[in-house]
């Protein structure tokens, strides 16, 4: 296999993993009303079982990248997509709030410690297209959110909640898929021999205040995604007194849309350059945001699906980003990119709910579009080294 070309094959069963265990991250806050009734909870209980599984999935994968760069690991990949299928799985189960918590403490551990190691062994595959290669697995994880809702809601509409078990059927195709094709994933000698020859090697010059910037930018263009998902339903149903399955469009083209960004953003990263593209994206979702107030009907469609492609577009990027920065530790990199900074931006979403209470839902709404502004001015100073120093 020459070591300059991407391994398609590869970073398409890994890409599948991704998808697979996202599912079961994208699905839990479909099923939380469920359990909410089953178990008689509070909104205060109910969404500590959120903060929980935001904790475990994503704050917590740094940790697990730190185990993964001391020595190969991936027994990691079929363990945490099994781990993260199986504990979602049985969440309807129990009648204890703490047995329903402990299963998604589980369930998120499951997700933290599938990603970082998927996001190193993918980068040892991608050949000189980086951020390409890495878009082909990332685009797995975002399928995986866009499909949950569609997935879950079929199995508990047709079959009732008692049924969710059979969700552990996707965990354990893929887990045997990837048994069978174990030789696959195995590193390449020469990359091996690449990766001990760089150990030696230190990271760029200003690497962890670049990394740090990195990680900054990030959870501004979370906080955006997920305020997106979360206020969008609340602003055209509760407020404008919209049709729900308007609002149901509206963040099904947005996230698809993201999933076309994701895939285009790698390709175009690797010709314009990484921070190019990331400050591009940022700037241009900050330009599109005010559509959303001034638009209706299908134009209003159009801006969603351009808000979500655009801003979504350097979410392989950051990655392959922190991992050029930190060469050596590309488990924890991505760690810190990809759980502990989208994770913090989403705990951003609390805040916007304080905004909602205090001054309504549109105050919340337009403080999410100041966002990707502050995005673009630290995106313009990250001090991220050219191809030819990385």
């Known amino acids: 296999m020459d070591s300059d070309r991407i391994n398609w094959k590869v970073l398409i069963l890994l890409s599948l993993g991704h998808c697979v265990t996202d599912i079961y991250n994208g699905s839990l806050p479909v099923i939380l009303p469920f359990l909410k009734a089953k178990l008689d909870l509070s909104y205060t209980t109910a969404g500590v079982i959120l903060i929980a599984s935001n904790v475990a999935s994503s704050v917590v994968q740094p ?11 991936p027994f990691l990949l079929p363990a945490g997509c099994l781990l993260a299928g199986t504990a979602f799985a049985l969440l309807s189960l129990p009648s204890s709030y703490a047995l329903v918590l402990l299963l998604t403490l589980l369930s998120g551990l499951g997700v933290a ?52 078990p059979v969700m552990i059927i996707p965990a354990i195709s893929f887990v045997i898929l990837l048994l069978i094709l174990w030789k696959m994933i195995s590193v390449p000698d020469h990359v091996t021999a690449g990766r001990k020859k760089n150990d030696a090697k230190k990271p760029p010059k200003g690497a962890y205040g670049a990394l740090t910037m990195v990680i900054a ?20 149903i509760d407020y404008l007194k919209g049709d729900p399955m308007y609002a149901g469009q509206l963040l099904s083209v947005f996230l698809i849309s993201g999933v076309l960004g994701t895939l285009s953003g790698g390709q175009v990263a690797d010709r314009w350059g990484h921070k190019r593209l990331f400050v591009v994206s940022m700037g241009l979702t900050g330009l599109i945001f005010p559509f959303i107030f001034f638009t209706t009907g299908f134009m209003l469609l159009v801006v969603f699906a351009v808000l979500g492609f655009v801003l979504v577009s350097s979410f392989a990027v950051t990655t392959v980003m922190s991992q050029k920065l930190l060469p050596n530790n590309i488990g924890m990199a991505s760690g810190l990119t990809v759980g502990f900074a989208i994770g913090t931006g989403g705990v951003g979403v609390t805040l916007l709910g304080v905004i909602a209470d205090t001054y309504g839902v549109p105050a919340a709404l ?22 030819s120093k990385v």
């Not at 959870?219 to 979360?230: A, P, Y």
């Not at 966002?371 to 100073?381: A, N, Q, S, Y």
């Open 217 to 236: 930018a990030v959870v501004m263009r979370s906080w955006v995604q997920f305020g997106l998902i979360s206020y969008v339903p609340f602003y055209y």
């Open 113 to 164: 410690a599938y990603h970082p190691e998927g996001f190193k062994t993918a980068s040892f595959f991608t050949g000189k297209r980086a951020a390409m290669g890495m878009s082909v697995f990332s685009v797995g994880g975002n399928l995986g959110f866009a499909i949950a809702p569609i997935l879950t809601l079929f199995v508990i509409k047709h079959f009732g909640l008692d049924y969710l």
């Open 366 to 387: 337009q403080f999410i579009g100041v966002l990707p502004f502050i995005g673009f001015l630290i995106c313009l100073m990250i001090k991220y080294p050219s191809a």
């Open 63 to 73: 940790l697990f990248g730190y185990y993964s760069d001391k020595k190969e690991k």
